[in-house]
């Protein structure tokens, strides 16, 4: 399966954990967490419309600032969610700074709060000093904080002593073009391939488009090239989990939303014979990881947030994830 979504760990396993998730065709992309982010570009951060912060310690949350500054002059709104708490954090670190001469700035941060049974959403304008706007509060039943046609991003509240947010971002299907058939109707690649996906993903199907053909451009029903091109299969699941006990009750709340996750971004923050201070401090160690993702079944597993303690050893941390991954 071509992958829809690209996913890239910023710093690598050893430093702040924050992944960067772009979809191959578009160009709205998502955070998870943002500490240390300096391993971003401008285009990325300016791309960025959703920001999910798992918990607000330090190493997770203090790259906000960066990416305010990246877009303060973007049209479109930034929104971000987060654990309880979460929009007096957001409020305090806006509130920390002087907003005289933002009268005509387009840019609003939008804070969605993820609590247990609703979401609490407050929006604060850069033409208002950032103030804190009314707050509506929408009530859910399952996980999903935020979908669209092609994407959808479940999150739940799992415990690090403090509330913190195990994501899951997962496509509802997967759209792919079968091998060989463009060549075989006459058809040339070409963005109309992305635009095909985006009618299917929307649900427009009763409509048609203009195919890049051998014969030069041509408007073809979408049905009609459904019925010629393609192949739907199980959507991509990418996960993202860190700063977690290694409980049964985590461990079963995250596995409702990523279990068959293609790609699981983990913690491994200590050696297993570390494991009572990660159980007391709130953290997997590699083989805790290791286990998890092999629960989950998931097919590739990232480890990330490793301890600065392992800075010279990280390789040591992997081989236990691995191989408890693996069940060597
Ligand atoms: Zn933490
Ligand atoms: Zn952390």
Redesign the pocket.
């Known amino acids: 399966m071509r992958p829809a979504f690209l996913a890239r760990l910023i710093n690598g396993p050893a430093f702040d954990p924050c992944v960067f998730v772009r979809p191959c065709h578009g160009r709205e992309a998502v955070l998870f967490d943002c500490g240390r982010i300096s391993g971003l570009s401008n285009r990325e951060i300016l791309s960025v419309r959703r920001l999910f912060v798992s ?1 607000a ?1 330090m ?2 949350f203090m790259g906000f600032d960066h990416v305010l500054r990246t877009i303060l002059h973007r049209r479109d709104p930034l929104h971000v969610y987060g654990p309880e708490g979460m929009t007096g954090r957001v409020l305090a670190k806006l509130a920390s700074y002087t907003w005289n001469l933002t009268g005509d700035y387009p840019l609003e941060v939008v804070v969605h709060e993820v609590a247990e049974g609703h979401v609490a959403t407050c929006r604060a304008a850069a033409a208002d000093g950032f103030a804190q706007g009314p707050a509506v509060r929408a009530g859910r039943t399952g996980a999903t904080v935020y979908s669209c046609p092609r994407y959808r991003v479940d999150a739940v509240a799992l415990d ?1 002593d403090v509330p ?1 947010l195990g994501f899951a971002l997962a496509e509802p299907f997967h759209v792919g073009i079968r091998a060989g058939a463009l060549q075989g109707f006459g058809y040339r690649s070409g963005p109309w391939v992305g635009l095909l996906k985006e009618r299917i993903m929307t649900g427009c199907t009763d409509t048609a488009i203009a195919v890049d053909t051998v014969s030069g451009v041509c408007e073809i029903g979408v049905e009609r090239l459904i019925e010629e091109l393609v192949v739907v299969s199980d959507g991509q699941k990418i996960a993202y989990l860190t ?1 977690i006990r290694a409980s049964r009750e985590n461990i079963a709340r995250f596995a409702e939303i990523a279990r068959h996750a293609d790609t699981l971004f983990i913690e491994a923050y200590y050696l297993h014979e570390r494991a009572g201070e990660a159980f007391d401090k ?1 953290h997997l160690t590699a083989l805790q990881a290791g286990l998890i993702a092999r629960e989950l079944q998931a097919r590739t597993v990232i480890p990330m947030h490793v301890s600065p303690r392992y800075q010279d050893r990280v390789k040591l941390l992997e081989r236990e994830l691995l191989e408890a991954w693996k069940g060597l």
Do not use: A, F, M, W
Request: glycine fraction near 12%; include cysteine.
């Open positions: 918990h310690h190493d997770h690090h913190c700063d709130g």
